[in-house]
Structures are given as structure tokens and as C-alpha cells.
């Protein structure tokens, strides 16, 4: 059984940061054919299956304690009350059900806020994909709210609602975490809560200071990621209203690693290449390109750093984007070689740093930092666009019995960069999925199909032939 389990200080800020237009949530967006599930598809059976699963996700079965005793970050505890009927919910796809209609459903039930008084996900189970009557073919949205896992510790999560088989033994049930007597909980608040001046003075401070003094010396030596603030202001980066719109696509992995292969580069370098070349077409086409590249913030997982408690494990890079540059070869080249500037320098500062921070920070002095924020990137854009790019959960092909034919990830959409860009490589595909406001970018369809295109110019520069061509 589970003792005291606290949010890190990583974990409470997607609490603190949040705003009634900024909900920080992930998604997946699942596609399946039912065909495969023991007895046919049901609604009630596969929430049944669902609701088994769970026993091997405490995750899910937890939900925040703030008592008032607790001083400190809030504490996840087992919900008493949990009910799998409140977070799982069925909806209808309308007609012909295709791409557009699915987006369509995704961004509408993305705006939708979670019930911050129980378990922080809910699951809906769109039927009629592909205008199927009988729920041959359904969609599932998967919304679980920041706090509770990053990237690599969502697709975990996920996959142990997934099996390598339709209809697998019932899993093991593994125990949430417990409240604590309030006494223990206010002992052990006090002493965090008092030690945060002295770790702001002999450890944060002093890193911060280095890492300024290193970025100076880096910036002077024209070996510094870009800087904060310094990216254009573009269409992505207006304010903000609550209303959500998606789209997805996706690419044959095999393609991406002929282009890397080719240029020597890796391919997260291409990925951004592609994002790059996407994102210049759609503004030259609007003819609001600026002279100046367009910067992406870049998630950064550090889960290998030992004694880091916590389920955001994360830090970050800016990488410009280089979409001065017309010629998509030299584009990649200039991103490829960006790149490795900003890793080094990003390593230089400490994977921890951030997080070090966000641990000392309280809601109140993260209410102050997000209001600040929001009136700064009024005038500059911190970064233009937010781009992940992750592993994708072990290659698992059946979700709650019905055989997973598309898995796509989606980040939230952040205050002064009104675009996420989130790739998952499963199974030999790259599975690419976008989220902004859709007051902000009303069709994300020409953004999400401009991949395909962009892709195929960098093949084009090898003399390569993509593989969905020769499947054509």
C-alpha cells in the first residue's frame, strides 16, 4: 500500500498555470477496429474491460487532496468514491464520420475542463468512424491532465490499458496511494515548506547564476540556443480563448529515415525540418513569413537523473526553426546543426533546473509568474510553437480488446504560441497530431496535410520515393 505521494513541484505548476483559456491536458486519439474484441463490441463491455485494466493504473484511481494542513504541493490520493462511470462517456460521430467530422468532435470535447475533484482523465468512445453502424470502427479520446504524467510517463500509462492479445488475463491490481493522518501530513509540509529559502540560497541560486553566466559566454561565442523572447510575432501567437481545434496526420517512418540516413542527421532533425517547412508554406501563403526564424520550444524528457521524485520529469530547449531558408536541404542542415547547439547548451544548464524551481515556486508566486507572462508575450512571443517529439508506447496492438489501427498523441495549446506539435513514432509510422485554438487557427487541415508535402520535398532532394507512393 502507498504511503505519502506528493506532486513535485513540476507537477503542481500544470495546476498553478492553468487558466479557464489555457487547460493543460494530453491526449490520445485512438482509431480501432472492433472486429477483434471477444463477444463483438459493446459500449458496456468495453468499459467493463476498461474499468478492469484500471486495477493495474493507480493513476487513474487517484485524485488531489488539498487539505488545509498541507503547506506544500498538494498530494495524490485514492479516490473513495471512484467510479469509472464518471470519466468514461459515449458520443455519436456524425455523418460520412471521416477525418474532418473526427476533428471536428476532438476539439469540441479538448475545451471541455476536467472535474478537478476526482481522478484528472475521462475517456470518450466516439462510434460511427467511417460512417460504421455498428461500432465496427470506433474512435476513443484519452484526456489525462498534465500533473499526472509527461510524455514518456503517459505512454506507459497507456500502455498498460493495451495487450499484445484480445482478450489477456485480468491484471494484477496495483494500490493507489493512501491519505495520511493529518498530523504526518503537517509535520512533513512544515519542514519542506521552511527549507525552501535555504534551498533557493545554496542550491538554486548559484545554478541559475552559472547557467546566466555560461549563456552570456555561449551567446558571445554564437554557440547559445535562441533566446527567450526573441521569436517573431506570427499568427500562432495571439491571445488565447477557450475554444480548441485539431487535426493529425501520418507519415511512413522508413521515409523520415531516408532522408536522415541521406544527410547524416537524426531523426528528430528531420521532424523539425518538417515542422519547419510546414509551418513556412502556410505563412508565405498568407504572406506573413518574417525575415527572422520562427523558434519552437522542445519538451525535453531527463527521467535518467537518479533521486528526482515526481511524474513531470521534464526540461526544455529553444530551437530555431530556420524558416528563412527557401532551399529544404539547406534547411536541415541549419536545424541539424541548431540542434546540437541547443542540446549542449541546454544540457550545460541542468536538466534540473527547471524543475528545482518549480518545486520552490508556491500557487501563488506561479498566479503571479502566468499573469506576468501573459502581458509580456502580448508584445514578444516567448517561442512561436510547441513541438514533442517522443517514443510512442510499446508497440501493443489491442486497446481494451479491439485491435488499434491509429494512435495519435496531442499536447496542449500554451498562452503566446497557440500551436502544438506533437509526434509519435509507433510501429514504423510517425503519427503527427496538432491542437490550437480554433479563434486563433480556425483549420488546422492545412498545417496537419502541408507534412505529407514537406516530406516529399526532402525526398525529392535525394531522389527518394516515399513508401506510400510505391504502396499507391
Known sequence: MKGLQRLSGSDAGFLYLETATQPLESFT?????????????????????????IRAVPEFREKLSGRFLNLDHPLWVEDSDFNVNHHVHRIGLRSPGGKTELAEIFGLLAGLPLDHGRPLWEMWVIEGLGGSLNGERLAVVLKVHHAV?????????????????????????????????????????????????????????????????????????????????????TPLNARLTARRTTAFTQLDLDDVKQVKNHFGVKVNDVVMALVSGVLRQYLLDRNELPRSSLVALVPVEVHDIPGRTGRNQVSGMFARLQTQIAD?????????????????????????????????????????????????????????????????????????????????????????????????????????????????????????????????????????????????
Open 149 to 233: 504524467n509527461d510524455g514518456v510517463t503517459y505512454a506507459d500509462v497507456h500502455s498498460r490499458l493495451c495487450s499484445n492479445e484480445p482478450d489477456p488475463p485480468p491484471p494484477e491490481r496495483v494500490e493507489a496511494a493512501t491519505l495520511p493522518h493529518p498530523l504526518r501530513i503537517a509535520i512533513a509540509n512544515l519542514g519542506r515548506f521552511a527549507s525552501r529559502p535555504l534551498r533557493l540560497a545554496v542550491d538554486v541560486l548559484p545554478a541559475t547564476i552559472t547557467a546566466v553566466i555560461d549563456t552570456i559566454r555561449r551567446a558571445a561565442a554564437g554557440r547559445a540556443m535562441a533566446a527567450p523572447f526573441t521569436a517573431p510575432r
Open 328 to 472: 529544404p536541404a539547406e534547411r536541415l542542415r541549419a536545424i541539424a546543426a541548431e540542434n546540437i547547439i541547443a542540446k549542449e547548451h541546454s544540457s550545460a544548464i541542468g536538466a534540473t533546473l527547471l524543475q528545482d524551481w518549480a518545486q520552490i515556486f508556491g500557487r501563488a508566486t506561479m498566479g503571479v509568474a502566468k499573469r506576468v507572462y501573459a502581458r509580456l508575450t502580448e508584445f514578444r512571443p516567448m517561442y512561436n510553437v510547441v513541438v514533442s517529439n517522443i517514443p510512442g508506447p510499446p508497440v501493443n496492438r489491442y486497446f481494451l480488446g479491439a485491435e488499434v489501427t491509429a494512435m495519435y498523441a496531442v499536447g496542449p495549446a500554451l498562452h503566446g504560441a497557440g500551436l502544438n506539435i506533437t509526434v509519435w513514432s509507433v510501429d514504423g509510422k510517425l503519427y503527427v497530431g496538432l491542437m490550437s485554438c480554433s479563434d486563433l487557427l480556425p483549420d488546422l487541415w492545412g498545417i496537419a496535410d502541408g507534412f505529407a508535402v514537406s516530406l516529399k520535398e526532402l525526398l525529392d532532394e535525394i531522389g527518394g520515393l516515399s513508401t506510400a507512393s510505391v504502396a499507391g
Open 29 to 53: 486519439l485512438l482509431e480501432l477496429d472492433t472486429a477483434s474484441m471477444p463477444g463483438g463490441y459493446s459500449y458496456d463491455r468495453l468499459r467493463d474491460e476498461l474499468a478492469a485494466r
